[in-house]
């Protein structure tokens, strides 16, 4: 118990000489002069970037210029621990100080250096990303779906490099310490591998592109356009306006229906006529529809034949092509089809049937 009391008298005694020797070596006019300047570096650089985030906005705002969005991005991106870390260490190269304490406040420095550089690199790399998206998500949706991923890997890369120069800054052995992640990094896959499956399902849909953003897709009962395409799941906006979100192991797992590479659209309807149709009229018709669908524009007529005897109609089936993906061509299109087809059978006398039942009494 002594022997314990003493330890702790003796490391009071240590600590307490070693501030002491500080503040002896070190004069009161140089500690008011470090103070100052701790004062100056910090409020000078910190109403310095009040100033210039402000004339940056003021200019981002009109011009639609890719370098002063991310000039403004990296400015934001400074943070105000990393200007009072610089004050303090301007500040200190002005006192005297013994080696050790000069040793350690440069390494801090160092680290919070460090990981600002860490901040700025991955705002740029976000910043050139959003960019990207937004002037060729139309017209090269697949390379800014690659490249979203592709960002996520550099911004990785970068945290892990300065992070193990910051720990090497400090001292710490690397080597071993990668040695530990990697021993440590099994149990925590087998702990988050449903969360690693859908980040490799995120690489998957990334390079094999079974689609990219901008993509009209259905998903079982579920269909939409694909907003966006992150690590664990992806967003599809519906056509009823709400946003779907689809586990990527998951989605990879359904059925995909892609149209957006549909080069052509096949499409076959049905008409029916009344059974009281002469032979001769029955006769006309599949040329009359053949007429009628090679009028319209960018259309590439199959056939139209008289399919069947139905419940209360005479059936015709029609297939066509539409050299577009496009559904509103294709709905204008139909529309166009319908309407011409009402006009002629109307000229010739021609009835569309519809449910009746007949009943004979004898």
């Known amino acids: 118990m002594f022997g314990q009391y003493d330890d702790t008298i003796t490391t009071r005694l240590g600590f307490n000489s070693f501030m002491g020797k500080i503040l002896l070596d070190t004069s009161i006019q140089e500690w008011i002069y470090a103070g100052l300047i701790m004062a100056a570096v910090f409020f000078f650089s910190f109403f310095f970037k009040k100033i210039i985030l402000r004339r940056l906005v003021s200019v981002a705002e009109k011009t639609v210029s890719f370098w002063d969005d991310m000039v403004l991005g990296i400015v934001k991106s400074i943070h105000n621990l990393f200007l009072l870390a610089a004050a303090v260490y301007c500040g200190s190269l002005l006192l005297t100080l013994p080696q050790d304490v000069k040793t350690y406040l440069s390494k801090a420095f160092m680290t919070i250096f460090l990981f600002q550089m860490a901040l700025v690199g991955s705002q740029a790399v976000k910043i050139y990303i959003e960019q990207y998206r937004h002037q060729k998500v139309d017209s090269h949706a697949a390379a800014v779906t690659t490249l979203v991923s592709i960002g996520f890997v550099i911004r990785l890369l970068l945290w892990s490099l300065l992070l193990l120069v910051a720990l090497d ?106 059974y009281q149709t002469s032979l001769e009229k029955v006769k006309q ?52 089809i319908n309407l011409s087809v009402y006009e002629r059978f109307e000229d010739h006398g021609i009835q569309f049937a519809y449910p009746t039942q007949t009943i004979f009494v004898k």
């Open 169 to 274: 800054n400090l001292g710490i052995d690397v080597t071993a310490f990668i040695a530990g992640l990697g021993i440590s990094g099994i149990a925590v896959a087998l702990a988050v591998q449903n969360i690693l499956g859908d980040l490799f399902a995120s690489f998957s849909i990334v390079f094999d592109k079974p689609f990219v953003i901008g993509d009209f897709i259905i998903v079982g009962d579920f269909l939409g356009t694909v907003e966006y395409i992150g690590l664990k799941t992806t967003r599809i906006r519906s056509l009823s306006g709400e946003q779907l979100i689809f586990s990527n192991g998951d989605l990879l797992q359904s059925r995909i229906r892609n149209f957006k590479r549909m080069q052509e659209r096949r499409v076959v309807f049905t008409i029916g006529v009344l």
């Open 285 to 336: 018709i599949p040329e009359m529809l053949r007429d009628t669908i090679e009028e319209q524009h960018d259309v590439r007529f199959d056939r139209a034949h008289f399919k069947e005897y139905g419940t209360y109609a005479l059936n015709f089936e029609i297939v066509y092509w539409i050299q577009t993906p496009d559904y509103n061509a294709y709905m204008d299109i139909q529309q166009n």
